[in-house]
């Protein structure tokens, strides 16, 4: 009996080790081609409080178009706002400006739309009774005043600028800015900040009281709907696609433009960076809205 010996062409069997890792790779990806995972960040506090019922059909849109899992996310303050984007774990955000301005400038988030249509540009007042004596923000000196939640672009961020280098009797934070026109009215503070907008609508419950604007800010960007710079670019670019084509009462509902002009944000970003380091001190009694020295911090 004879014996066939085989002699196989290196050729062969290179192309048959090729072949093996191509199935090896083909069954990996199939075993890893799981849906991407999206969270969307919402705030529910101070002037960007919304509705998560608003944001709930563009949720789905988003995914069906992405074919992406995605969660719905609030805050609740300032703090949790904050702590999630530093750490990265909101991948879109639609953004109040003063949390805006902490994302871009601090964490690198991306702005894609405006969120004009819920926001517009607005400015921050400093009010007080007319029969009050004050006349310019220096009189404020040892006075007692009223700021919104903090976070609030037109009722903490730009007021805090704007009473910079002053040492307040105290900083009292009202939960509504209905409140603060209630505490001014009823002498429990000097005076208080509110937007222009907010004034206009809760001024009109205290026909008995003349208010007086005291000091007007200059223009508050709106916000804006950011990206993380997790996000990897061809995502990023299928996501402002999907969110530019979006019908129009989804986009509304979730309040972007897709066709406004995203708003500068570097002269905003200063104020914020500026006043963030007070913070501290609008807790203090008395309230010196100046930065705490590093012989003061070792103190503390």
């Not at 199935?23 to 990996?28: A, F, K, P, V």
């Not at 809760?202 to 993380?228: D, E, N």
Request: glycine residues 6%.
């Amino acid at each position: 009996m004879k014996t066939i010996i085989l002699i196989w062409p290196r050729f062969f069997i290179q192309l048959l080790v090729l072949i093996g890792l191509l199935g090896t790779g083909c069954n990996s990806q199939k075993t890893n081609n799981v849906p991407d995972k999206l969270t969307i960040g919402v705030v529910s506090y101070g002037e960007g409080k919304v509705s998560l019922d608003n944001y709930e059909r563009f949720k789905d849109y988003i995914a069906s178009q992405t074919k992406s899992i995605v969660d719905l996310e609030p805050a609740y303050n300032e703090l949790q706002a904050i702590h999630q984007i530093h750490n990265k774990r909101w991948d879109m955000v639609f953004a109040p400006p003063g949390l805006a301005a902490i994302a871009i400038g601090k964490e690198l988030y991306i702005p894609l739309f405006s969120m004009e249509g819920a926001s517009s540009r607005q400015r921050s007042l400093l009010i007080v009774r007319d029969d009050k004596p004050i006349q310019k923000i220096s009189d404020l000196a040892n006075k007692t005043i009223a700021l919104g939640e903090a976070g609030s672009a037109a009722g903490y961020y730009v007021p805090l600028y704007d009473l910079y280098g002053l040492t307040l009797a105290q900083i009292r934070s009202a939960p509504t800015p209905k409140t603060i026109l209630e505490w001014i009215d009823n002498g429990t503070v000097d005076a208080g900040a509110i937007s222009e907008q907010d004034f206009e609508v809760h001024r009109r419950s205290f026909s008995a009281t003349k208010f007086r604007i005291l000091h007007t800010s200059r223009w508050i960007p709106p916000g804006v709907m950011l990206l993380a710079p997790t996000v990897d670019r061809n995502q990023q670019q299928q996501i402002q696609k999907v969110m530019n084509d979006a019908p129009a009462d989804i986009a509304g509902d979730a309040g972007y433009v897709p066709a406004a002009r995203i708003p500068n944000y570097k002269e905003f970003i200063k104020i914020v960076e500026k006043v963030r380091p007070l913070e501290v001190r609008v807790k203090q009694t008395p309230a010196i809205l100046l930065p705490e020295t590093p012989t003061q911090q070792n103190q503390s």
